[in-house]
């Protein structure tokens, strides 16, 4: 850990504060909320200005990068800071790895094409996943077999509170399913700046276990796929099964499967011979929660301007001009009805602003 000097705040900085704007190109779920106080990052020099002269530790922050993961339930009195930070580089190389440094601001996919393009292995069953590379940490991203803890190496972040310059390794992150530290014992005193992967150059380990994956392949007739092979696999199903946010408002799975005892999966296998669920440890079993709020009779069902999608149940979606507090009502009916039908209680993968 190692602080900057306070030197920097007389350093150049174009920083605009803007006020009562509309969050609603900011956000995938698309909702027309205002911020009082909304500022742009768009380097590091500003980022210190704005930790060393705004009081932020007295403010109610928001910390915005593709807004994917968002539900905005009103509007927001206080400061969104909207993360633009760019550059992708390869700083060091060692044996069979490359070690790739991106800006938190970096759209996540065009990082991915970018390791792609390079032939750099381990982001590509990730294609395609909204958002920015800084709030890919945040909750651990993960999709077909492979979270970034696999291939995370180090964060950097700066302490709200003093413009300090902090480094967090993996186990400093805590990751877990979606989950880290961000999320608890370090919320709101960080901005995330950069974020580095440890990546393959050549001997990629290529995960493919998954089934979509394997019949995407089979039916393109590829034996031996390349990191682009699986990449463009997982866009292609990603395309066909999830809604386009450009087209339909939606922050995709908005709730986290739920993990039960062991016994409690096998009680509820009698009645629901169907219930999907795979182990995660010897005495648990974590469910598919599409399934469990398919069972109650959501899926497809509009519900005013909202409702749970036609092809994916757990992905709740704005059919046009829908508010968050009609979307968190709908997601709080759908959690208690699984909660009445399975005992099971389902928690929102997104966060709720
Ligand atoms: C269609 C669709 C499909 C999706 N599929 C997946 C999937 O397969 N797997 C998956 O894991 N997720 C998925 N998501 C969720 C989402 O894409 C990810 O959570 C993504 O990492 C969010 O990035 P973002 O930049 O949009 O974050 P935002 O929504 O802007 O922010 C999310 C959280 O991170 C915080 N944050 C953002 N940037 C920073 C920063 N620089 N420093 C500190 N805090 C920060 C915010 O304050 C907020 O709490 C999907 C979303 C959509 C819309």
Redesign the pocket.
């Known amino acids: 850990m190692y602080g900057f000097s306070q030197a920097f705040i007389y350093l150049p900085a174009q920083l605009i504060l803007q006020h009562n704007i509309s969050l609603k190109p900011f956000?995938?779920f698309g909702i027309d909320v205002k911020a009082s106080e909304f500022v742009e990052i768009n380097n590091l020099d500003e980022l210190l200005v704005l930790c060393l002269n705004f009081n932020l530790t007295e403010r109610n922050l928001?910390?915005?990068?593709?807004?994917?993961?968002?539900l905005l339930t009103k509007d927001f009195n206080g400061m969104v800071i909207k993360?633009n930070l760019k550059g992708i580089n390869t700083i060091k190389t060692e044996g069979n790895y490359v070690w790739v440094k991106a800006m938190?601001?970096e759209v996540?996919h065009d990082l991915v094409l970018h390791c792609i393009a390079n032939n750099y292995g381990g982001l590509e069953n990730?294609s395609l996943?909204?958002?920015?590379v800084?709030?890919?940490p945040?909750?651990?991203?993960?999709?077909y077999g492979v979270e970034i803890k696999d291939v995370f190496e180090e964060l950097e972040?700066i302490e709200i509170a003093t413009g300090e310059k902090h480094v967090f390794n993996a186990e400093a992150c805590k990751f877990g399913y979606?989950e880290s530290v961000?999320?608890h014992q370090a919320k709101g005193k960080?901005?995330?700046?950069a974020v580095t992967f440890k990546l393959t150059i050549n001997n990629h380990k290529l995960n493919t276990s998954y089934g979509a994956i394997q019949e995407v392949l089979k039916n393109k007739q590829i034996v031996e796929p390349t990191i682009k092979d699986i990449s463009n696999a997982v866009i292609a199903i990603?395309q066909s099964k999830?809604?386009?946010?450009k087209l339909l408002g939606?922050?995709?799975?908005f709730f986290k499967n739920p993990e039960i005892p062991l016994n409690q999966f096998n009680q509820l296998k009698e009645t629901y011979p169907n219930l999907v669920g795979y182990s995660t440890g010897p005495n648990t079993i974590k469910v598919a929660a599409g399934w469990l709020i398919e069972q109650c009779g959501w899926k497809g069902k509009v519900v005013g301007n909202t409702g749970s999608h036609k092809d994916q149940a757990l992905?709740l979606v704005n059919y046009g001009n829908a508010t968050g507090e009609e979307i968190y009502m709908l997601a709080m009916a759908i959690q208690a009805s699984v909660k009445q039908k399975f005992g099971i209680t389902i928690h929102p993968?997104?966060?709720l602003?």
């Open positions: 956000n995938t928001l910390v915005l990068g593709g807004g994917s993961n968002l993360i938190a601001g996540w990730l996943i909204p958002g920015c800084g709030a890919s945040m909750q651990n991203i993960g999709a972040a979606r961000f999320k960080f901005i995330i700046t990603r999830l809604p386009n946010p939606n922050a995709g799975s992905v993968e997104v966060n602003i």
